[in-house]
């Protein structure tokens, strides 16, 4: 039986699904991180080996008759990395057409259910984007928490941060942020979040604390409220660049993912308030698929008959 190979090759977990060339899904499987940048090659190696094989070898299927492989892992596309695992994948015997793609893309593909699109993700990072009929493609933001991540949940708490600093120096008016901010850490001035910084390498960590933010804004707190609002408006205009590049006067497909923009209410609402009124052709849809599906998506658009 002829078949193409799915994968999102992830942070945490790397999620593979098998197909035929008529898009049922033959085989699903879960196995550790595949990120080409928190893990070595002999790591990757084995990810990928116990992934395919273990598959392979319960539909009792070859090497010699997959048709096509997409891998959907982030940052490969701004960093020009993907022939790692590419050549992982050709060492393992496969002949056949390799994609290795941005996660972002297996994203669209599986969440609008085709290849042609928006997304915008937004959750402890940021990243914007498109592909359209002609096959163009535009990336916006992803620069990562030091340089970029602009309207994500990191941005968002280091935002607030900055304005509990100005508070305390007399630069910005009193927000409740400052003693939300202090509770949570067990600190007793704001100057202290400097050290806390400094000493949280995990951005993750970081990141959570835009849930304070969130929690502030709906109680009213204005600064609170103008964090998040600004941050709609970075968001906005990622998705705007996009939309203008690939789009223009055209009608489009828009997917948000991630944490931040599905969750937090008043960024979502200002963000579609936004929206509607500057880029009133495009149309936001419901997620329908997972990435491992726009994978398997991006796989059958590519193989080899």
Do not use: W
Not at 268 to 284: A, M
């Amino acid at each position: 039986m002829n078949y193409v190979i799915g994968i999102d090759s992830g942070g945490t977990k790397t999620h593979i699904k098998i197909a035929s060339l008529d898009k049922q899904i033959l085989y699903e499987g879960f196995g550790s991180s595949g990120n080409i940048y928190t893990n070595k090659v002999e790591d990757l190696i084995k990810c990928f080996h116990d992934l395919l094989f273990s598959a392979l070898d319960v539909l009792e299927l070859s090497t010699q008759n997959c048709k096509s492989i997409a891998v959907g892992s982030a940052g490969v596309c701004k960093n020009n990395s993907g022939h790692i695992l590419r050549d992982i994948l050709i060492n393992f015997g496969f002949c056949c057409n390799i994609t290795i793609t941005d996660d972002a893309h297996i994203a669209l593909c599986g969440g609008l259910g085709n290849t042609e699109g928006i997304v915008l993700i937004s959750g402890t990072g940021s990243i914007c984007y498109g592909i359209n009929s002609s096959g163009e493609t535009m990336h916006c933001g992803g620069y990562g928490h030091l340089l970029g991540d602009e309207g994500s949940a990191y941005f968002i708490a280091m935002q607030a941060m900055r304005l509990i600093l100005h508070s305390a120096d007399s630069r910005m008016q009193f927000t409740s942020l400052t003693e939300d901010f202090c509770k949570k850490l067990q600190i007793r001035e704001p100057i202290e979040l400097i050290d806390y910084v400094m000493k949280t390498p995990e951005k993750d960590k970081i990141a959570a604390l835009s849930q304070i933010v969130d929690k502030a804004a709906l109680d009213g707190d204005k600064m609170a409220i103008v964090v998040l609002e600004n941050a709609a408006e970075d968001l906005y205009a990622m998705v705007n660049a996009v939309y203008k590049k690939l789009f223009y006067n055209q009608k489009a497909a828009l997917l948000l993912t991630g944490s931040t923009i599905e969750n937090c209410s008043i960024l979502r609402n200002k963000f579609e308030s936004l929206l509607s009124e500057k880029l009133n052709k495009i149309t936001i849809c419901k997620k329908l698929y997972d990435p491992a599906y726009g994978a398997v998506l991006v796989a059958l658009e590519k193989k080899i008959i």
